[in-house]
């Protein structure tokens, strides 16, 4: 199966890119508002068991996401481009996309052999493997540092997108926007 007009993302490959793009920011701010302790105990441990859930749900899609891609390969770029250009938004998707796995991993990780189980929505209990402290400190670290590094990545996405519509007026963003890919 096929879902890539030549120089263009097809229609699967548009959905995934902006449900993604909802799920997980958000997600981001969840985390971020958590890690911050600027709610009430009672209200943060609703939350953060909505976090790991809806997290661990977000494992299953990131693996077909970045399966799919993977799978279709990248459109070539909407319009010409300096040698620079090419590499850094190719490293930015790479890394994106490598950090959308890697944020649900750690966080499940962090978890499961902290001796901590995934409550998912009351419907069901993960239960924890294992409680090693020290490792599930670990995986606390990889979800924190992975977070602010997607954060970043997410900014200077972003920044392209707008650089592409705004400075160049190419395609870039109307193609992820709706498919169509003439300049
Ligand atoms: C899928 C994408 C996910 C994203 C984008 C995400 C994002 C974040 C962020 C931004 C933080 C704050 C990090 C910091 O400031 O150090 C955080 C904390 C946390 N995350 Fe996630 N997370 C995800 C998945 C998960 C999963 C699957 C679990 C567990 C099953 C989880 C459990 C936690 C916990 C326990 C914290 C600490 C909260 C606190 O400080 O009270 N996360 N997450
Ligand atoms: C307002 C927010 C966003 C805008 C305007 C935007 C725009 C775009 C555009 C125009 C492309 C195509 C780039 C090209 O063809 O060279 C793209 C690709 C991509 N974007 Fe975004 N994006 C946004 C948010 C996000 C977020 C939050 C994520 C990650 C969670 C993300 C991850 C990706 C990835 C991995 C690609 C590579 C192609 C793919 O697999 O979808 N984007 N984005």
């Known amino acids: 199966m096929t879902d890539k007009t030549e120089g263009t993302y097809g229609s699967v490959s548009r959905l995934n890119h902006w449900i993604g793009a909802v799920l997980f920011a958000s997600l981001l701010i969840v985390g971020f508002i958590l890690s911050y302790d600027v709610l009430p105990d009672e209200q943060a441990g609703e939350v953060r068991n909505l976090h790991k859930a809806t997290g661990t749900l977000l494992l299953l899609f990131a693996l077909w996401r970045v399966?799919?891609?993977?799978?279709?390969?990248?459109?070539?770029?909407?319009?010409?481009?300096?040698?620079w250009e090419l590499a850094l938004s190719k490293a930015v998707h790479g890394a994106m996309l490598l950090t959308l796995i890697v944020m649900?991993?750690?966080?499940?990780?962090?978890?499961?052999?902290?001796?901590?189980?995934?409550?998912?929505?009351?419907?069901?209990?993960?239960?924890?493997?294992?409680?090693?402290?020290d490792l599930a400190r670990s995986f606390r670290a990889v979800h924190g540092y992975a977070a602010y590094t997607l954060a970043a990545l997410i900014v200077l996405h972003i920044a392209g997108a707008l650089k592409h519509s705004l400075i160049d007026r190419d395609s870039t963003l109307r193609r992820m926007l709706t498919g169509q890919s003439a300049s």
């Open 67 to 83: 399966t799919w891609r993977l799978g279709q390969g990248f459109p070539a770029a909407a319009s010409d481009r300096a040698g």
């Open 104 to 133: 649900p991993l750690s966080g499940i990780l962090m978890s499961l052999v902290g001796g901590r189980s995934i409550d998912m929505y009351g419907l069901f209990t993960i239960p924890p493997v294992a409680e090693m402290k």
